[in-house]
């Protein structure tokens, strides 16, 4: 009898399945699923793993583990990963599916509640939800809401987080029959593998002190510690806060918002040149030569403007914090930018809604890109190395603001 004779047929075969050992089941899809995978990432590198041949373009670099939810229960599959570029079998796996359910319920919920836009109701109807009913709409809310809720929950386990992005979106809001304005506060850190990770997303109705203290306490007591740095624009209340909840941490006021504070400070024929003076300060080789541009470019406002001048001077200390941490990771410290692109994906979702229909859909739809994001983050390369990590742990105050100049630069 060959091997396919021996195979049963029909219902005999689904008995056979259905009685199999669930776990036995699940290791076979596992291991045919991670075989396709090796294959494909075979191909992608030009040459079977292990093998030394001239036809290699690239290599393997590791795995990354992914959820996959399967008939037979969920499995974890190790996705290959290579040196350069990325692999992702989008065969098999989605990617950003959290966020597009999480688009499409407050599309929904928006729709069936009657307050949405024009533009939300045609967008509404692209997606299909004129068919969706209430009760639809409410177990797909609910599904996500667990989903978001278990992210924004989770025990901050991976420190320390020597460096911390804070930033905060205003976003609208329907509330008691009105449309307010509200601020979703987001923190981003590195943790102790080197790799970002998204800590934290909360919604307070005023970007004050007490908003910012309750968001990150919130955060310390799910376990985050060991932060030396903050960085974000100065938002209202929000350093006090970080010497509240978070003591013994460094404040960096953001360079790039802050170019724009000192640029309104003087006539707008004059604002390209005092970007231009400003960014000078960065451009020095050590801690002490970019607090002696600083003095000098605070010098040569004052013969001019001496209201921006002050205002330099004022900001001085927190603009330069940076100074005070290793010189590799500058470009990545003194300034909100590394999260820019997060809040460009975060408004391209929000800008579909425009008006919120609660604050549940908007915790949902950002906690649900926010999630997404997170899992592209821990499946990328380490955005600081763990060397640099080492030198952060050791560094100390750094150096004196008024440390002997070495260098100017007019």
Not at 59 to 65: D, F, I
Not at 192 to 199: K, Q
Not at 313 to 320: F, I, N, P, T
């Amino acid at each position: 009898m060959t091997a396919l004779s021996s195979v049963p047929a029909g219902d005999d075969f689904e008995r056979q399945l259905a009685a199999a050992d669930p776990d036995m089941l699940r290791l076979m899809v596992k291991s045919f699923a991670e075989a396709l995978m090796s294959a494909e990432a075979d191909a992608a590198c030009g040459a079977e793993y292990g093998q030394v041949s001239p036809e290699r373009t690239n290599s393997r670099n590791g795995y990354r583990t992914r959820g996959w939810d399967t008939r037979v229960g969920s499995i974890e599959l190790a996705v290959p990963k290579l040196r350069s570029g990325s692999y992702f079998p989008e065969w098999l796996l989605e990617r950003r599916r959290r966020a597009e359910q999480a688009l499409m319920s407050v599309v929904a919920t928006a729709y069936l509640l009657g307050v949405s836009t024009r533009r939300v109701e045609r967008l509404a109807a692209e997606l299909g939800v004129a068919q969706l009913s209430k009760s639809q709409v409410s177990a797909m809310a609910k599904h996500l809401d667990e989903q978001v809720a278990a992210f924004r929950n989770r025990p901050l386990d991976a420190g320390p987080y020597p460096v911390l992005w804070v930033d905060a979106l205003t976003q609208k809001v329907r509330e008691n029959g009105r449309v307010v304005n509200v601020h979703a506060l987001v923190a981003v850190g590195v943790n102790s593998d080197g790799t970002r990770e998204i800590l934290g997303i909360d919604v307070a109705s005023a970007e004050d002190g007490a908003g910012w203290l309750a968001f990150l306490r919130s955060l310390t007591a799910r376990g985050l510690s060991g932060v030396q740095l903050v960085i974000s624009d100065a938002h209202r209340g929000l350093v006090e806060a970080v010497g509240a909840a978070l003591p013994g941490a460094a404040w960096q006021r953001c360079r790039a918002h802050y170019s724009r504070n000192l640029a309104n400070q003087v006539p707008k024929s004059a604002q390209p040149w005092v970007a231009t003076l400003l960014r000078t300060v960065f451009e020095q080789p050590d801690a002490q030569a970019v607090h002696a541009q600083a003095q000098q470019v605070i010098s040569t406002l004052e013969t001019k403007f001496p209201k921006a001048a002050a205002h330099l001077d004022e900001a001085r200390a927190d603009l330069l914090a940076f100074t005070a941490f290793p010189r590799e990771i500058w470009r990545q410290i003194w300034s909100n930018n590394p999260q820019e692109r997060l809040n460009k994906e975060i408004r391209r979702r929000t800008d579909v809604v425009g008006i919120f229909p609660d604050r549940g859909s908007l915790i949902r739809l950002v906690g649900a890109v926010l999630a997404e994001q997170n899992d592209e983050w821990a499946e990328s390369r380490r955005y600081m190395g763990l060397e640099i990590l080492a030198k952060l742990r050791r560094t100390g105050q750094g150096p004196e603001p008024d440390a002997e100049p070495t260098a100017l630069i007019a």
